[in-house]
């Protein structure tokens, strides 16, 4: 069985900072493609960035400049640093990770989702 385990996250005031990471856990041949998608109220669930193995990466318009993805491979870990927090940046930010399992077949992982909240 395979799990995205989130942890990071809270509330913060404008400017300010927060980090989150996800760990994907179980059996396991590789992890692919990782990223960061958010949702907020009444909105569409929305990529934040992504990043492969190979560490290039994409990221929302919206983010670019404030916001850093990166990985470790050999923790499964994908990491999301956040710098000059919006109030528009709170959302439930969801991991996600393309995940080979070792029979052979790529599935898509969600982790559970933690809170973001920038608000003074």
């Known amino acids: 069985q395979v799990q995205l385990v989130e942890s990071g996250g809270g509330s913060v005031q404008p400017g300010g900072s927060l980090s989150l990471s996800c760990a994907a856990s179980?059996?396991?041949?590789?992890?692919?493609?990782m990223g960061w998608y958010r949702q907020a109220p009444g909105k569409y669930r929305e990529l934040v960035a992504d990043i492969t193995t190979g560490g290039s990466t994409t990221y929302a318009d919206s983010v670019k400049g404030r916001f850093t993805i990166s990985r470790d491979n050999a923790k499964n870990t994908v990491y999301l640093q956040m710098n000059r927090l919006k109030p528009e940046d709170t959302a439930v930010y969801y991991c996600?990770?393309?995940?080979?399992?070792?029979?052979?077949?790529?599935?898509?992982?969600w982790g559970q989702g933690t809170q973001v909240t920038v608000s003074s």
């Open positions: 179980g059996s396991i041949f590789s992890v692919d493609l």
């Open positions: 996600n990770a393309d995940i080979t399992l070792p029979e052979g077949n790529e599935y898509d992982y």
